[in-house]
């Protein structure tokens, strides 16, 4: 059973990713505000100018010296402020916002902009924002009784239609001692969910299944083979097609990685396992991505017990045999039918000749684009430079760049493929 990630993306991951943005960050009452400085803290340390507001009732809970200073920026809290030369701080706290994003957002302060009521500084901000241009993020935070409340459900909805966007909530612990849905998430997922909102969408109901990292063959029960792929490309493509709004699965060999956040993830070791997993899940996937370093050979019986040296200087020998090519079976699957294949993307990690290898594998798969990289250049590394080849001829070189920019660039350049497509490719069955 594959498993969802619903936690928070470790904090490296969330290094410069909203550089240049400037969100207003408003806080309504509610324990969580204490969350709210973390938050803070991780959205300076992404990049981010963040502006505080908080409402009377948050002041309660945090102090605006606290926020001041992780901000290095005045905090606002009334509408009367007369530290805005044309006394509108409302108007003018929004002009140049990326986004407003209220967390903790309280049940009262969602009461409020259902009924684009403006009696403090920030409801009346979030409804005189400009909204086409400065989308409104809630983090709803409260009790699981106010929550599940149809009042708040009645108020949610409409928040929504109106156009916010719900980051959460989580259910759990409750500061009041009750379990159930209403926990704010954690300052992490917040971070996470916040970078990932200001992706485009261009996957948005397209369902990506993707193989990555290596795999590994036992020879014995302590030995076996394996490669140095560290999974980190594929795992980039993974989150980049999550943020680009698809559902997503990945299946994954042995790695010691941090399954990106909202991401589906089996685990697997072999290319057997791989290979009987993929072809389960391919016909209910839109797209299928091979980032897999998949063994070409496996061990024909693997040893029971370790094998011994005997002293002899005699080697082992062992039969091998061909481990079955995942990515040329899911690309011979139907075009239509319960068993249709998805739109088939393969990698070629070479050593030389890239291009003229590419162009080979894209013939032996049967695959509509093969993404070439050179092997040593990429094992291990952070970043990469990939090189795409597709069926009608045509190449596109992504330049060196960090992996998850790379896994932006090629998620917006099969989205634009399958566009273009006008939709030709096959659809998944439900
Ligand atoms: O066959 P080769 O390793 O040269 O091609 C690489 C591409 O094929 C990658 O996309 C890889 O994930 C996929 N592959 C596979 N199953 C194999 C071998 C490779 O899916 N057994």
Redesign the pocket.
């Known amino acids: 059973m594959p498993v969802t990630n619903d936690s928070p993306l470790p904090r490296a991951a969330g290094a410069g990713q909203l550089s240049g943005r400037h969100i207003v960050l408003g806080l309504s009452g509610g324990i969580a505000c204490y969350k709210s400085a973390e938050l803070l803290r991780e959205l300076v340390r992404a990049g981010a100018t963040v502006q505080v507001v908080m409402s009377e009732a948050a002041e309660q809970f945090i102090t605006p010296v606290t926020m001041q200073a992780l901000s290095n920026r005045n905090v606002y809290t009334s509408q009367w402020d007369a530290r805005e030369p044309n006394a509108m701080a409302h108007i003018n706290l929004t002009r140049d916002a990326d986004a407003v994003l209220i967390a903790p957002a309280s049940a009262d302060l969602i009461a409020k902009l259902v009924q684009g009521r403006a009696d403090d500084l920030l409801s009346l901000l979030c409804l005189a924002r400009p909204v086409e241009r400065c989308p409104l993020l809630l983090a709803p935070a409260m009790n699981r009784e106010m929550w599940a409340h149809p009042a708040t459900q009645r108020n949610l909805t409409q928040v929504v239609a109106d156009g916010a966007t719900l980051l959460g909530p989580n259910a759990g612990d409750q500061a009041c001692g009750e379990v159930g849905d209403g926990r704010m998430l954690e300052p992490l997922e917040l971070l996470a969910d916040t970078i990932a909102f200001f992706q485009p969408k261009a996957l948005a109901g397209k369902r990506v299944l993707i193989?990555a990292g290596p795999t590994y063959e036992p020879i014995d029960p302590v030995r076996g083979i394996t490669n140095r792929s560290s999974g980190k490309m594929g795992f980039a493509i993974a989150r980049a097609a999550r943020e680009a709004g698809a559902e997503v699965t990945l299946i994954a060999g042995p790695v010691a990685l941090d399954t990106p956040r909202g991401v589906a993830r089996s685990n697997v070791t072999t290319?057997a396992e791989m290979y009987q997993l993929t072809m389960a899940e391919a016909p209910r996937h839109d797209i299928f991505i091979?980032?897999?370093a998949?063994a070409?050979w496996r061990p024909a019986k693997p040893a029971e017990h370790k094998l011994k040296k005997d002293g002899s200087g005699q080697v082992p020998g062992f039969e091998m045999v061909e481990?079955?090519?995942?990515?040329a079976a899911v690309a011979k699957l139907p075009a239509d039918g319960p068993q249709r294949r998805p739109y088939c993307v393969?990698?070629?990690a070479e050593s030389r000749d890239l291009l003229r290898h590419a162009q080979e594998?894209l013939q032996r798969?049967q695959v509509p684009l093969i993404v070439g990289n050179l092997g040593p250049e990429t094992f291990g590394r952070d970043d990469n430079s990939l090189l795409l080849i597709d069926a009608d001829g045509g190449q596109h070189e992504l330049p060196r760049a960090d992996k998850l920019t790379l896994a932006r660039q090629l998620v917006a350049d099969i989205a634009g493929r399958l566009a273009r497509a006008g939709e030709t490719a096959p659809q998944a069955k439900t």
Request: net charge neutral; no cysteine; glycine share 6%.
């Open positions: 193989t290319a091979a980032t897999a998949v070409d481990n079955p090519d995942i990515l393969g990698f070629a594998k798969k």
